[in-house]
C-alpha cells in the first residue's frame, strides 16, 4: 500500500504542490498525512500516525528529503528502521527509491546535504542578528511597554502600591509581561520589606 507524508513550516503555508506530487505517484487523498510544523520540532503527529501505519510491503512516498527529518540523525535512524520493517521510501523529486541499492546510498548522501543546508540557515540567521544588534537594532517583538511604562510598574510594585496582577490590568498585559520588567530581585526586596513593617 501506498502512503504520503507532507509537510509545511508554517499554518499559513500551503501543502498542494506536495499534495498534488503525491497524487501523481499514485497516492491516494486519503492516505496522505500532512503536518503543519517546522523540520526542527521532535512532535509531528501526522508523520508519527503514518509511521504507525506502515506495514511490510507499504511504500511512504514524500516529495523531498527536507520534508521528512530534523535532522541527519533522524533521518539516517528513519531510514533505517523502515528498512528493517519492510518498507520502501520514495522521495519523488529527488528520485530516491529505498528498495534500490543506489536508492539507499542517495539517500544517505542527501540526507548529509539536508543537515548541512539546515544548519548554514540557523548559521546565517544567527549572523544576521548579530549584525544588526552591532548596528544598534534589536531582533524579535517589540516590548509590550514603553521604558516609561516599565519604570512605573516598578515603582507601583516596589512600594506595594498594587499586586502584579493590579499593575498588569491597568497596562492591559498578562502578568508575565510585568513580571518581564520588573528588575531581578523585586520580589525579594518587597518581601524583605514587608517582613520589616
Do not use: C, W
Amino acid at each position: 500500500m501506498l502512503f504520503g507524508y507532507a509537510r509545511v513550516s508554517t499554518a499559513d503555508q500551503n501543502p498542494d504542490h506536495q499534495i498534488d506530487a503525491l497524487t501523481r505517484a499514485g497516492v491516494a487523498k486519503d492516505d496522505i498525512y500532512i503536518d503543519h510544523a517546522s523540520g526542527a520540532k521532535a512532535s509531528r503527529p501526522e508523520l508519527d500516525n503514518v509511521l504507525r501505519l506502515l506495514r511490510d510491503g507499504d511504500t511512504l512516498k514524500i516529495t523531498r528529503l527536507d520534508r521528512l527529518g530534523r535532522s541527519v540523525l533522524h533521518l539516517v535512524t528513519l531510514g533505517a528502521d523502515l528498512r528493517d520493517r519492510g518498507v520502501g521510501l520514495h522521495v519523488i523529486e529527488q528520485g530516491i527509491d529505498t528498495s534500490t541499492a543506489e536508492g539507499r546510498a542517495m539517500f544517505g548522501m542527501l540526507s548529509v546535504l539536508a543537515e548541512l543546508q539546515r544548519e548554514l540557515i540557523v548559521a546565517n540567521t544567527r549572523d544576521g542578528l548579530a549584525a544588526a544588534r552591532a548596528r544598534g537594532r534589536k531582533g524579535g517583538r517589540r516590548p509590550k511597554l514603553t521604558a516609561e511604562q516599565a519604570a512605573l510598574a516598578q515603582q507601583l510594585y516596589d512600594t506595594g502600591e498594587r499586586t502584579v496582577q493590579q499593575i498588569a490590568d491597568l497596562f492591559q498585559v498578562p502578568r508575565t509581561t510585568i513580571y518581564g520588567h520588573l528588575e531581578p530581585g523585586s520580589a525579594a526586596k518587597r518581601l524583605l520589606a514587608r517582613n520589616a513593617d
